[in-house]
């Protein structure tokens, strides 16, 4: 497993952007499957976005396709949530998560995908 750092959550108004990052500590990102999901109290995880960092092929949630965009440093070792147009709805905490095992087809999208977690992030979007 991988030590996940997130950091880049906080408060902003409707429309507004924030980006998020999570960094590696411990390994680099080489063959992992990075993604984000968020979770608000009392609801299950959901999925946000995941990239393949060695393809740099991404997946989005069709409720945060064409708003949130994720990219990755090289140099950094880091993969970056950017998320545009923020709404309201989009309140909650936002948890980062790395996968090297690789087991799924196509989108690794679900949480049982993932073998590490960071310690989340709060986003607040007020109306």
């Known amino acids: 497993q991988v030590q996940l750092v997130e950091s880049g959550g906080g408060l902003v108004q409707a429309g507004g952007s924030l980006r998020l990052s999570c960094a590696a500590s411990?390994?680099?990102?080489?063959?992992?499957?990075v993604g984000w999901f968020r979770q608000a109290p009392g609801k299950e995880r959901e999925f946000v976005a995941s990239?393949?960092?060695?393809?740099?092929?991404?997946y989005y949630a069709d409720s945060v396709k064409g708003r949130f965009f994720l990219f990755r440093d090289y140099a950094k070792n880091t993969v970056f949530l950017q998320m545009n147009s923020l709404k309201p709805e989009d309140t909650t905490v936002y948890y980062c998560a790395a996968d090297s095992r690789g087991y799924y087809a196509g989108a690794p999208s679900r949480a049982s995908d993932f073998e590490s977690w960071g310690q989340g992030t709060q986003v607040t979007v007020s109306s």
């Open positions: 990239i393949r960092w060695s393809a740099g092929t991404t």
């Open positions: 411990t390994r680099t990102f080489s063959n992992y499957a």
